[in-house]
C-alpha cells in the first residue's frame, strides 16, 4: 500500500518470494494490492524461490533484469513508504556523481503478545550511532582488524541531504553493478553494506535523504527471529568472514581506516 500511493508513478514492481508459508500468488490479501497496482497500470513480476535465500542472494539472482532500470529501490514486506517517499529520493539520486541515496527509516518495533507497538528512534545527535559505519585497522603485531556497525537509525537534527558512508533500504543506480555475491546468508549483515562498497568501487557517491520516509514495521517475530542464537552466530561469522575476504584489501587500499 505504501507503493500504491507514491506521488511518483512510474515504476515496476518486482515481488521475490523466498520460500513464504503461504505463496504469493494464493495469498488473498497481496493478490487484492497487487490487482490494484496492476489496474493503475504498473508492470507487476513475482519470482519465486525455493528457499529463504534473503534479499542479498535475490538480488543477485536477478541482477540482469533489474540493470534494464534506471533506479532500483530494495524494500522488506515491512517497510512502509511515506508518499513522496521515492520522488524524494530520485530528486537526489539524479546527480550524475551519486550511485545511490538511502531514506530515514524509523522503526517500530512490535512484541510477542500482540501488544501496540513501541515507536523507537534516536532524538540525540550521535555520530557513533548515527549510520553505518566501516572500520579498516591493523594491530600491534600486524593482523588484520574490520569492524562494522550495523546500527541505521536518523536524527532529528538532519534536515538537508548529506553525504554518507553507506546506507541501507538503498535506492541505487544498477547499471553501476557489475556483479552480486550470491553467498551472504539472509541475515542482514553484510548485504547492504557490500552494495554500498560497490557503488563506491564505481567511483559513486551515496546520499542520506532525511525527507524521504520509510517506516520500518519491525516485528519480533518470523523469519531469521525463528532460528537459533547459536544457528544465528554461525551465518553471521560465515558472512563477517566471507566479506572480510572480499572486501579487506580495497578497504584498506582506499583509505578505510
Not at 562494522?148 to 537534527?157: C, E, K, N, P
Not at 546520499?207 to 517475530?221: E, R
Request: glycine content about 6%.
Amino acid at each position: 500500500m505504501g507503493l500504491f500511493k507514491q506521488t511518483y508513478k512510474d515504476w515496476d514492481l518486482m515481488i521475490i518470494d523466498d520460500c513464504s508459508d503461504v505463496p504469493v500468488q494464493t495469498n488473498p490479501l497481496i493478490t487484492k494490492i497487487v490487482g490494484r497496482i496492476s489496474r493503475e497500470g504498473h508492470n507487476v513480476k513475482i519470482k519465486r524461490f525455493d528457499k529463504n535465500i534473503g534479499i542479498a542472494t535475490a538480488r543477485a539472482c536477478i541482477l540482469d533484469e533489474l540493470k534494464k532500470y534506471k533506479y532500483v529501490v530494495d524494500l522488506n514486506d515491512d517497510h512502509f513508504l511515506e508518499p513522496d517517499c521515492l520522488e524524494r529520493l530520485r530528486e537526489v539520486i539524479s546527480n550524475e556523481n551519486i550511485g545511490a541515496v538511502t531514506p530515514a527509516t524509523p522503526f517500530f518495533f512490535g512484541d510477542d503478545e500482540g501488544n501496540d507497538p513501541i515507536y523507537f528512534i534516536h532524538k540525540k545527535y550521535d555520530p557513533n550511532r548515527m549510520f553505518n559505519a566501516i572500520r579498516v585497522s591493523k594491530g600491534e603485531n600486524g593482523e588484520k582488524r574490520l569492524t562494522l556497525s550495523r546500527q541505521v537509525d536518523y536524527i532529528y537534527d538532519i534536515k538537508k541531504p548529506i553525504k554518507i558512508e553507506h546506507g541501507s533500504q538503498l535506492m541505487y543506480k544498477p547499471e553501476l553493478i557489475d556483479e552480486l555475491p550470491k553467498h551472504y546468508s539472509n541475515l542482514g549483515f553484510t548485504e547492504e553494506t557490500d552494495l554500498s562498497l560497490r557503488i563506491a568501487k564505481a567511483g559513486k557517491e551515496i546520499w542520506f535523504v532525511p525527507t524521504a520516509i520509510n517506516w520500518h514495521l519491525q516485528s519480533s517475530q518470523g523469519g531469521t527471529r525463528s532460528i537459533s542464537l547459536e544457528e544465528r552466530r554461525r551465518k553471521a561469522e560465515k558472512d563477517f568472514d566471507k566479506f572480510h575476504k572480499t572486501w579487506w584489501d580495497w578497504l584498506w587500499e582506499n583509505g578505510y581506516r
